[in-house]
């Protein structure tokens, strides 16, 4: 059911998909798709929940392994870990978080979702700021909360989505760039003498 939604919510946005319509797609009576998650707007949570995860086991983001092994890792690694894992995420979720931000302007409830959704990612992003800051100084003038900032633009869906799906950047320039924009940006220039 979560596929099925997942596929509509992507190609006809969020406002366009009925409940018919992804319990036809799923091949489930659409009581069956009432039942086990009540509205629509559940159904995109759930779905953005295990995009974001990758998988349905009830792990917050910070509890991850990879997050544990990103910060762990000397600076330069970090950001390559963090950007890394940020590419396999956004290759799941980008097109439901697309129909998330569209909606959000005309639907009170999915403007809450997006706007959840933000909050997470920078709560995720703070804290993978502050290790960064324990191992290296930031580049003159950029402080932690400065620094997250930056880490959610270069990493936001929207630029993603904008690079990958509307400039037809592979992944692999995509994960370049960003790893040079985040290293450009926060580290300071190495020292040449």
């Known amino acids: ?23 036809k797609q799923a091949g489930v009576a659409v009581q069956t798709l009432y039942f086990t998650f009540a509205t629509k707007r559940a159904i995109l949570k759930e779905l953005l929940d295990v995009e974001i995860a990758g998988d349905t086991a009830p792990v917050a983001t910070l509890d991850r392994p990879w997050v544990a ?16 894992a940020t590419a396999q995420i956004m290759a799941r979720v980008s097109p439901i978080l697309e129909a998330v931000r569209s909606a959000a302007p005309v639907d009170p409830e999915i403007a809450e979702l997006w706007r959840t959704n933000i909050h997470q990612r920078r709560t995720v992003l703070a804290t993978f700021a502050g290790a960064l800051a324990a191992k290296t100084p930031f580049r ?8 997250t900032d ?18 037809h950047w592979s992944e692999e320039r995509w994960e370049s760039w960003a790893v040079d924009a985040l290293t450009r940006q926060l580290l300071p220039d190495p020292d040449t003498s």
């Open 69 to 84: 092994q990103a910060l762990a890792a000397p600076a330069h690694e970090q950001i390559r870990l963090l950007v890394s």
């Open 140 to 147: 003159a003038g950029i402080d932690v909360l400065q620094a």
């Open 1 to 23: 059911m979560l596929a099925a939604a997942g596929e509509l919510f992507a190609t006809h946005g969020y406002a366009s998909t009925t409940m018919q319509a992804i319990a």
């Open 150 to 167: 930056i880490m959610l633009a270069v990493l936001a869906p929207e630029v993603y989505h904008l690079l990958i799906k509307e400039r």
